[in-house]
């Protein structure tokens, strides 16, 4: 197939970027999306321009690296990861936008690489639950009923990727800080610290200056691990009842 | 010099629990003077961090990627093992031991092995604790999976990304410490450079990938958590970016580098579809439950996976089932690839050639697709999305791929290296799996080392130390920094005329051609030569555009690439001197007259580690003899 690329180049965080077009000829059905960029980053370089900064790792759709925009929806037209999207899901000829995810939250730092640190701060804030390795209960000790678990795990399955971010008009992350929320309000071992964590994460979220939520639902349509409203629904509720006033939360500057 | 690997004398089962015992504590209130370096955070590196934060160690760790969640570690779909017994089937750190260490083809050693057993029911406990959502029975009690072949079910797993799950815990353990100070994160930074003064680990040389800038950072210990090199392979299911970079510069400085040549090939994986390709995809080895592998008895190139149902009952051979009928498609991995290999060889693969058919339709007709699809609908998902075919219609091509390395730094029982303060723990260092890695144990192993070993011996040796801080200005530290610089700038500076990808693939097809699932004297020979032209050519003519200080992905990929070659010739020496066959390691001249793995314990039970000796000096071999009171070393056969 022949393709045309429409690709967004920018130096860095203090440059302003454009669009540039690039013409791919053969590209094979077979190969990855990230393949495909492989092919172009070749060529440029064989003809002295530099390559296409664009971030990626596993390419197994688990590591949540990579994040790119294609034709105007994060990870492209297949609800999966940029890195499991193949060519066959484009027809020969057509031209193809690619762009970096768009927040404010989430500078370019280049071309196609944008700073989704924010996202581990908001971790850091309360994502976890506060116990010290070693001198834990056997583990059997904890029974949880097959479907709290199950439950759990889907919420457990975000791999941070930020795609609800980008397809999000008000680049909200609720979508992303409900799932956390969400696997440790369903969880026995989460309950302690439920009405802390969520206070914390949120007041985090708000810091790093994501936008509000107005119920859209883009979020979920877009996230390629199929993370459900519900954990926003679910986060909301535990955020109103959490009516602590006793602690003191805090959150850190957003760089 | 002489290895030693500290195993402590006494009953296996002991050994740990009294080595516990006489090694020397660091006074509480003396831990936060200690500064220690963690360099990698996937499972062993987050939780070595986040375990050292906790008992009060200040710590400084490194990723490459901008987040610890995204380590490799993140990918691992099957399980982590457990002697949990919870299933009441007879398991037990007895038989965890036994299956680990025979599974290792007997080149482990006995009591680092036992260990590892033993606090491997420590670890689902401290899992489960921070809320990882293991898979559970109905009666809210875990559940378990039997997993490669084992006789018992005592892989945990959270369906089929236990991997995920795990490295999310260690995440949010790491995530606390960074929260409470104790832990400062350098996330998108390269470790280049080991320092060494006075023969002791006090710091490294970093990169950051956003600036470009050079930095040295010292610590009175430094932990080299950066797992496996398989991608000297270039293709293989590692990340991309996963690197042997900061093993082999430390390796450069001293440390002993651990039976290189013992690399896993996972027998399922999904064939390379043509010269794009950048990595390969893993599928399950549970697959293998129901799936049946085979080949046309008559070779047909380029057979289609749509086109076998032309080929009748007769005209297949399902060549596992044929050659070992009692463990037939579930024979272990290093058994299943080399087969597939020879079929493929003899020239009776399918597809591209390379490759063989995992078929379901038996599977499916038995029990029904709703079940097939209920145990493995994720991963035929996955196939279709990559190959375009579907499974449920059509066999599978699978064909063998780099997947893991036993190899890695040799370490003492106090995972320690040979170089006095420098650790190594995960799949980095060389230490558990001997030459063949059973399934489900890299997780095991990673956790065991970060969260439940290093804890306890590294304050064994902080404990002697004088704890103030250690300055970056001295000429250890200025030599290494300008050293790192003088490299990119060498890099930039070259301007040649091939990517750093077209070196990488030519390094990988000679690695897989000749060091790969099967190797001989010969074949060994002549990739040692052909590596050796390609650095001379690789630092000639290889081609880094963009600058030093900026994000400059060619130039982090040139200087791993570097370190491959490098690596791969000692793969390559390490293989050639070995010249038995044992687990992952087959060399052609050494096998039964039925074909199969033949090792030489009178002549190779022990551990090879290599000693760099300077730029273009052979390497010097230290043998640490393999000695084993507790099992009795039987050829393994799954006939
Ligand atoms: C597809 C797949 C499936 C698997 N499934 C299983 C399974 O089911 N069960 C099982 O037990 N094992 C499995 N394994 C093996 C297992 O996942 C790995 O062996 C294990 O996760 C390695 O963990 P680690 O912490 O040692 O290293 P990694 O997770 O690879 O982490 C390395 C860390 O080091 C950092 N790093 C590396 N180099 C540098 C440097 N120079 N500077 C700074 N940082 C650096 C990285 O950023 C990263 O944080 C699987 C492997 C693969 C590829
Ligand atoms: S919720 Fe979905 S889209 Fe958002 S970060 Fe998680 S996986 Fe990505
Ligand atoms: S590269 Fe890991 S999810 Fe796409």
Redesign the interface.
């Known amino acids: 197939m022949k393709i045309t690329l429409k690709i967004w180049r920018q130096?860095?965080r203090n440059t302003k970027g454009s669009f540039k077009m690039y013409a791919l000829e053969h590209v094979?059905?077979?190969?990855?999306f990230?393949?495909?960029l492989?092919?172009l980053n070749?060529d440029l370089?064989?003809k002295?321009?530099?390559?296409i900064?664009f971030?990626?790792?596993?390419?197994?759709?688990?590591?949540?690296?990579c994040s790119l925009y294609i034709n105007g929806r994060p990870h492209g037209p297949?609800q999966?990861t940029a890195c499991?999207l193949?060519m066959?899901s484009f027809k020969d000829g057509q031209t193809i936008t690619i762009e970096p995810w768009r927040a404010s939250a989430f500078p370019v730092?280049?071309d196609l690489?944008v700073?989704?640190?924010a996202?581990?701060r908001i971790?850091?804030?309360g994502?976890?639950?506060?116990?010290?390795?070693?001198g834990?209960?056997?583990?059997?000790e904890?029974?949880?009923?097959?479907k709290i678990?199950?439950e759990?795990?889907d919420a457990?399955?975000c791999?941070?990727c930020g795609a609800c971010v980008a397809a999000c008009k008000n680049a909200s992350a609720m979508l992303f800080v409900g799932a956390k929320v969400s696997?440790?309000a369903l969880?026995p071992?989460?309950k302690p610290e439920r009405k802390e964590r969520v206070e914390k994460m949120v007041a985090q979220m708000d810091a790093e200056g994501f936008g509000a939520c107005t119920n859209t639902g883009a979020c979920e349509a877009e996230c390629p691990k199929g993370i459900s409203l519900t954990n926003i629904a679910r986060m909301n509720r535990e955020y109103f009842s959490s009516a602590i006033s006793s602690y003191e939360v805090q959150s850190k500057g957003a760089d | 010099m002489k290895l030693d690997s500290k195993i402590p004398e006494g009953p296996l089962a002991e050994k740990w629990t009294k080595h516990k015992f006489n090694l020397k504590l660091v006074n509480p209130a003396n831990k936060r003077k200690y500064d220690i370096i963690v360099v990698g955070t996937g499972l062993a590196g987050a939780s070595a961090a986040a375990s050292l934060a906790e008992l009060g160690y200040n710590v400084k760790a490194f990723c490459f990627q901008d987040s610890p969640r995204r380590a490799h570690s993140i990918a691992a779909q099957g399980g982590i093992n457990a002697a949990k017994n919870y299933q009441n089937d007879g398991d037990s750190v007895q038989r965890l031991f036994y299956d680990t260490i025979k599974g290792g083809d007997y080149r482990a050693r006995e009591g680092n092995v036992y260990r590892l057993a033993e606090v491997s029911v420590n670890i689902i406990d401290q899992c489960v604790a921070q809320g990882v959502p293991f898979a559970r029975e109905y009666g809210g009690l875990l559940s378990n999976r039997s997993f490669g072949g084992a006789q018992v079910s005592r892989t945990f797993y959270a369906r089929g990304q236990t991997g995920q799950q795990l490295l999310l815990g260690a995440y949010s353990a790491l995530n606390r410490q960074i929260a409470n100070g104790k832990v400062q994160m350098y996330n998108r930074t390269e470790m280049l450079d080991l320092v060494t003064v006075d023969g002791k680990a006090r710091g490294i040389v970093t990169r950051d990938l956003i600036t470009g800038k050079i930095e040295a950072h010292s610590g009175h210990a430094v932990l080299l958590c950066t797992g496996g090199y398989g991608n000297v392979f270039f293709l293989s299911t590692n990340a991309k970016g996963s690197n042997v970079t900061a093993a082999w510069r430390a390796h450069k400085k001293g440390a002993l580098f651990g039976n290189p040549c013992y690399t896993q090939i996972h027998p399922t994986c999904i064939p390379v579809s043509g010269d794009h390709q950048s990595k390969l995809t893993l599928m399950s080895e549970s697959l293998r439950n129901d799936g049946r592998v085979w080949v046309p008895k008559v070779a047909s190139p380029g057979l289609k996976a749509k086109d076998a149902k032309d080929i009748p009952e007769s005209g297949r051979d399902y060549f596992l089932e044929r050659r070992y009928p009692s463990f037939g498609n579930l024979v272990p991995r290093d058994v299943a690839s080399r087969n597939a290999k020879n079929i493929c060889d003899e020239g009776r693969g399918v597809g591209s050639g390379l490759a063989v058919f995992l078929d379901f339709a038996d599977a499916i007709k038995r029990d029904g697709r709703k079940t097939i699809e209920a145990k493995y609908g994720n991963l035929f998902d996955m196939y279709r999305q990559i190959t375009g075919d579907n499974p449920y219609e059509v066999p599978m091509m699978i064909y063998p791929a780099v997947h893991y390395t036993m190899g890695g730094l040799w370490v003492d029982y106090n995972l320690m290296t040979s170089v006095p303060g420098l650790y190594s723990l995960g799949e980095a260092n060389f230490s558990d799996h001997g030459a063949n890695r059973l399934g489900a144990s890299a997780l095991m192993q990673g956790l065991a080392d970060g969260y439940f070993v290093i804890p306890y011996t590294i304050g064994d040796y902080l404990a002697g130390l004088p704890h103030a801080k250690i300055s970056t200005d001295s000429p250890e530290f200025t030599a290494a920094v300008a050293k790192a610089n003088a490299t990119i700038n060498k890099f930039l500076s070259i301007k040649g005329k091939k990517t750093v990808d077209q070196f990488h693939r030519e390094l990988g097809l000679t690695m897989w051609d000749y060091c790969g699932m099967s190797r001989t004297a010969e074949g060994l020979l002549k990739a040692k030569t052909k590596i050796q032209a390609l650095r001379a050519e690789f630092w000639q003519n290889v081609n880094v555009l963009g600058g030093a200080d900026e994000l400059n992905q060619e130039l982090e990929k040139a200087m791993r690439v570097a370190d491959f070659m490098e690596l791969g010739e000692l793969m390559v020496d390490d293989a050639l001197n070995r010249s038995e066959s044992c687990g992952g390691h087959f060399r052609e001249e050494s096998q039964t007259p039925e074909g199969e793995a033949l090792r030489q314990d009178d002549e190779f039970a022990y551990v090879a580690a290599w000693q760099y000796m300077g730029e273009n000096q052979p390497e010097v071999l230290h043998q640490e003899p393999l000695v084993f009171e507790n099992v009795k070393l039987t050829q393994r056969s799954y006939k």
């Open positions: 130096k860095n094979s059905a077979d190969m990855s990230l393949e495909m492989d092919v070749s370089i064989q002295g321009e530099e390559s900064a971030d990626h790792d596993c390419r197994e759709g688990i590591c949540g690296m297949v999966t499991q193949h066959r730092i280049k690489v700073d989704r640190s996202f581990d971790q850091q804030a994502g976890y639950v506060s116990v010290n390795t070693g834990v209960p056997d583990a059997n904890i029974p949880i009923s097959k678990a199950d759990a795990f457990a399955a791999i941070g696997q440790f969880l071992q989460g």
